[in-house]
């Protein structure tokens, strides 16, 4: 009995430890279809951005200013698409940053639906999700772009389906 208690107050204070640098999450919707899926479950790495900044092309949860049904502030997850300093306009379904169309090869329908012109403040980024027609995102002014300390962290692995394990990387 004394050895199960002692295995069992080590792997608590092992995930405890562990919950500290990465957060398991669910996704929910189709905001990101098709990188994600409803119910895939993620791992986001808490400190992916403690020495180094965020990237294009990165895959980010994110506190939202958009409050659930129960009036709890959203996290979402979504591409980072701009960067500080860019300009990102969007316009005959195509994304351009700073006058250069970006090859989205990654999205649902290759199309992405609206206009608008934005210059992305310092340190805030412009993310969008991978479903342009069904995604609400820094398109919208509910969401607007995103400070990076509303950022949690960095999608870094996919854990279930099993299928589909594995790391994520940016593009």
């Known amino acids: 009995m004394k050895d199960f208690v002692k ?4 792997v608590g204070i092992a995930a405890v430890i562990v919950l500290q ?9 189709i905001s990101m279809q098709p990188t994600f899926h409803q119910n895939d479950y ?8 403690a020495k180094t900044q965020p990237k294009r092309g990165d895959v980010v949860v994110f506190q939202s200013k958009l409050l659930s049904a129960s009036g709890q502030e959203e996290l979402l997850i979504k591409r980072i698409i701009g960067l500080p300093g ?29 206009y608008m012109s ?8 412009f993310c969008m ?16 772009c995103v400070n990076k300390d509303q950022i949690k962290g960095k999608v870094v692995f ?3 389906p099993f299928t589909k394990m594995g790391r994520i990387g940016s593009h």
């Open 7 to 10: 295995d069992v107050c080590v």
């Open 21 to 29: 640098f990465v957060q398991p999450t669910r996704v929910f919707g």
């Open 42 to 49: 993620l791992i986001v790495s808490k400190e992916a951005y």
């Open 86 to 114: 860019d300009t990102v306009l969007i316009e005959d379904g195509n994304v351009y940053i700073n006058g250069d169309m970006i090859a989205d090869s990654y999205t649902k329908d290759k199309y992405t639906n609206g």
């Open 118 to 125: 934005v210059k992305v403040p310092k340190g805030s980024y």
């Open 129 to 144: 999700g991978d479903n342009r027609l069904h995604s609400t995102d820094s398109r919208f002014e509910s969401v607007g």
């Open 158 to 160: 996919r854990v279930f």
